[in-house]
Structure formats: C-alpha cells, structure tokens
C-alpha cells in the first residue's frame, strides 16, 4: 500500500501563488504517472496537471500558462506551482498516482482564493 500526503494549502489572495507538494510513502513514484486533480464545492473533480514517468506534462486550459507540474523522483515527490490565483481556483487538491492497475490518491489539500 502506498500513501501520498499533500501539504502546501492555505488562503491566499487573488493573484498570489502556492505550491503543493505531494509526497510518496514509498519509494516508488519513478514508477508512475501522476496528477494533480481538483474538486471545488459541488462540483466533480477534474484534472489539473498530470505528469508521466518521462517527464512529459499536461494541463487544464483553465491553468496553462499559470499553473507547473513538476516531479522529484529522487525525493518521492511532484509538486503544483500555482501563480495568478483566481477565486476559481478554489478547491481542494488532490493528489494522484497511477500505474496500470494500481491508483494511489491523496487525502487533499484546501486551496482557498480570496481577499
């Protein structure tokens, strides 16, 4: 069984940053893609960013250009660099691990925009 633990939410105004981090139980991440997905109040979750074994990402139009995805596999981590938040990015974050049959998720991290 594998954990993932993200961290780096909070309250932050319109036009701030964060960054989360999500970080593995396991030394097993180099093994799998992962992603960043959202869920906001009434809403279903949706993909945010997702990043592949080989480095190669994607991303939601609603956050290209503002939003980085990023993995240290030497660390057992990826992290989500948000900048130029928006009260729509308000959510809570989720951390996701996948390889073939076996998915990994976190418990979250709240994200709140707003002055």
């Known amino acids: 069984q594998v954990q993932l633990v993200e961290s780096g939410g909070g309250l932050v105004q319109p036009g701030g940053s964060l960054r989360l981090s999500c970080v593995a139980s396991?030394?097993?991440?180099?093994?799998?893609?992962m992603g960043w997905y959202r869920q906001a109040p009434g809403k279903q979750r949706e993909l945010v960013a997702q990043v592949t074994t080989e480095g190669s990402t994607n991303y939601a139009d609603s956050v290209k250009g503002r939003f980085t995805i990023s993995r240290d596999n030497a660390k057992n981590a990826v992290y989500l660099q948000m900048n130029s938040l928006k009260p729509e990015d308000t959510a809570v974050y989720y951390c996701?691990?996948?390889?073939?049959?076996?998915?990994?998720w976190g418990q979250g991290t709240q994200v709140t925009v707003s002055s």
């Open positions: 996701k691990a996948y390889s073939g049959g076996n998915l990994y």
């Open positions: 396991r030394n097993i991440l180099r093994f799998y893609a």
